[in-house]
């Protein structure tokens, strides 16, 4: 028996025109369709499209002024906001359904159309500061999220398994007492934040978790960070909702890190941490995830897993370095209780 998944995701999105050879462009789409045709594309994964943002919902995040001038520089035509993130003059309309992704999902999961959600979506969110677009990110798609659920009183974890940590979102919610922040990333890597104590301040101090994981980490310590680390974390928050920025580039054919993981990894972790929320409050944000075959891979072994479908294109992968990180984790939690 099969639990019914959406798909989420609009042309629009291959609009955003990043120009030639840059990583983040529009056949990552492709690739993660490709993926869910795999899987069962219209049987156990159903498409449906989202809405834009509104602008007072992108201004739970990220001020007028960063909006406006966002906009205004694709207007214009494009340009770069910074040296890896380039927009062309539709980029804006892209990134602000994108953000409004997560929004019209989270209406479908309030009306019981779904168990969960993946948003397929580019430009992809979690680096996007308030203040500051970065790191192939325009606005902050799981943040934006986040805030709207936050601000009618839900309790969210927002777990981040994209290679690169989402400094952007940790930002957003460093001193927020309502949104547990968790990630598992590589370090070192860009952006080259997501230390150990790096926990929260205010109403969110210990509610943000790092866990930095060296290069040639294998899925067993993603798991065992989970099952040690996160697992207790998230126990004593008690989330009402999880959110996952599921970026795909911590597989081992991706050309931006150099993580261990395979497909069956991300299957491996999509069954984890899906029992941290109750079904219809699961929801799934596409962020990095750079060679094509490994992504189409990945989301098909994460939609899967979703759907209650066995489809593992790949084994899942143990005795990488690593469980030192996951050890010196556990001790900080047991000194800190």
């Known amino acids: 028996m099969t639990s019914p998944v959406l798909l989420s995701t609009s042309e629009r999105f291959a609009d955003h025109d990043t120009g030639a050879r840059h990583p983040e ?14 899987v069962g594309e219209g049987d156990a994964v159903e498409v449906v499209a989202p809405r834009p943002a509104t602008r007072a919902e992108l201004e739970l995040v990220h001020p007028g002024g960063q909006l406006d001038a966002i906009e205004a520089i694709c207007a214009r035509g494009g340009g770069h906001l910074d ?23 989270i209406g479908r999961l309030d009306r019981g159309e779904a168990e969960a959600v993946f948003c397929a979506v580019r430009p992809p969110g979690h680096h996007a500061l308030p203040a500051r677009a970065m790191g192939f990110c325009l606005l902050n798609n799981v943040a934006v999220a986040a805030a709207t659920l936050a601000a009618r009183g839900e309790r969210v974890l927002v777990l981040d398994w ?25 370090s070192p890597l860009y ?20 866990l930095p994981l060296p290069p040639g980490a294998t899925g067993d310590v993603a798991l065992a960070a989970v099952d040690e680390v996160v697992a207790p974390a998230v126990e004593a928050f008690g989330p009402t909702w999880l959110l996952v920025s599921a970026g795909f580039d911590a597989h ?14 991300f299957a491996d972790l ?37 759907s209650g479908i066995d489809h593992r294109p790949e084994r899942a992968t143990s005795g990488g370095p690593g469980r ?14």
């Open 25 to 38: 462009r529009p056949a990552r789409l492709d690739a993660v369709l490709a993926g869910a045709r795999r």
């Open 191 to 210: 952006p080259g934040t997501g230390h150990p104590g790096e926990t929260g301040v205010g109403d969110g101090e210990g509610l943000t978790l790092n």
């Open 270 to 306: 999509t069954q984890r941490v899906m029992g941290f929320a109750p079904a219809g409050r699961r929801l799934l944000f596409l962020e990095g995830g750079y060679d094509l075959e490994a992504l189409a891979d990945s989301t098909a072994a994460c939609l899967a897993e979703l």
């Open 324 to 337: 030192e990180v996951v050890a010196a984790a556990v001790r900080r939690a047991a000194r800190a209780t």
């Open 252 to 265: 081992r054919c991706d050309p931006l890190t150099d993580l261990g993981w395979t497909s069956g990894d």
């Open 83 to 105: 040296p890896d993130t380039p927009v062309g003059p539709r980029s804006w309309a892209a990134a602000v359904e994108a953000a409004g992704a997560g929004l019209d999902a």
């Open 162 to 186: 994209d290679a690169h940590h989402g400094n952007g979102t940790q930002d957003t919610f460093y001193d927020d007492g309502r949104v547990l922040y968790v990630s598992l990333h590589q």
